[in-house]
């Protein structure tokens, strides 16, 4: 089992940043590949970012591509992965949740394969 909590979300301006975070825990640290998706309203839940078990390889959507950028941190024992949005934009408007999973290929962009969810973090950019 893994428990997956995001934060970060906010109310920001077009162009502007943010850094979300997402932290897993219930399982040796460094052992998750993990991964961003989000959902707009009236929408279907899109893959962001996802970044493998060692962060070493990393996979973007070609609508963040070049603005996104996904990391983590396995060092003392934290399973923590960061999302920073840059360049904000309305369209980035969503909620986004962080998800994990110990099994499976190296990298993965289909959110069935991710078994562990957070519960979301609202990102809304005004025009």
């Known amino acids: 089992q893994a428990h997956v909590v995001e934060s970060g979300g906010g109310l920001v301006q077009a162009g502007d940043s943010l850094r979300l975070s997402c932290a897993a825990s219930?399982?040796?640290?460094?052992?998750?590949?993990m991964a961003w998706f989000r959902q707009a309203p009236g929408k279907e839940r899109e893959f962001v970012a996802t970044?493998?078990?060692?962060?070493?390889?990393?996979?973007?959507s070609d609508i963040v591509k070049g603005r996104f950028t996904i990391s983590r941190d396995n060092t003392k024992n934290k399973n923590t992965v960061f999302l920073q949005m840059n360049n904000l934009q309305p369209e980035d408007t969503a909620q986004y949740y962080c998800?994990?999973?110990?099994?499976?290929?190296?990298?993965?962009?289909?959110?069935?394969?991710?078994?562990?969810w957070g519960q979301g973090t609202q990102v809304t950019v005004s025009s």
């Open positions: 219930g399982h040796t640290a460094g052992t998750y590949a």
């Open positions: 970044i493998s078990w060692s962060g070493d390889s990393t996979s973007y």
């Open positions: 998800a994990a999973r110990f099994t499976g290929r190296l990298i993965d962009t289909t959110p069935q394969a991710y078994p562990y």
